[in-house]
């Protein structure tokens, strides 16, 4: 399993989030924790990216998870990928490059990035989050 990005609000900086300064989104990044914790828990290896976060998360967990140097490397040998934030560069991903890395066409955006109808013509199984 994959989580291409570990923090919930673009330019919000996760270290704010955690601990007991929790004025900027609380209990955004503690459900992305969980996820990681019931991923890991269930024998899940987690992979993921964040153009931001990542510092800051891996100060939190450590090696728990394995931190990728881009979005496509996130997603070698991935099961899925789940979509956590927002950041520009994965509203316009390079779909036949993903196509190239991830073992199973599944997504599970909570972010709504994408277009289901476009997702679905791809083959991706595409569950889109609160729509």
Known sequence: MTGVNLHHQPGVNLHHQLGVNLHHQPGVNFIIFCIIDALTSAGATVTAYDP???????????????YAAN?????????ALIIATEWSEFRT????????????KIIFDGRNLFDVYKMRELGYNYQSIGR
């Open 52 to 66: 931001e976060a990542m510092p800051n998360v891996k100060s939190q967990i450590g090696d728990k998870i394995q």
């Open 71 to 79: 979005q496509y490397d996130a997603l070698q040998n991935a099961s």
């Open 93 to 104: 991903p390079e779909f036949e490059r993903m196509e190239k890395e991830i073992k199973h």
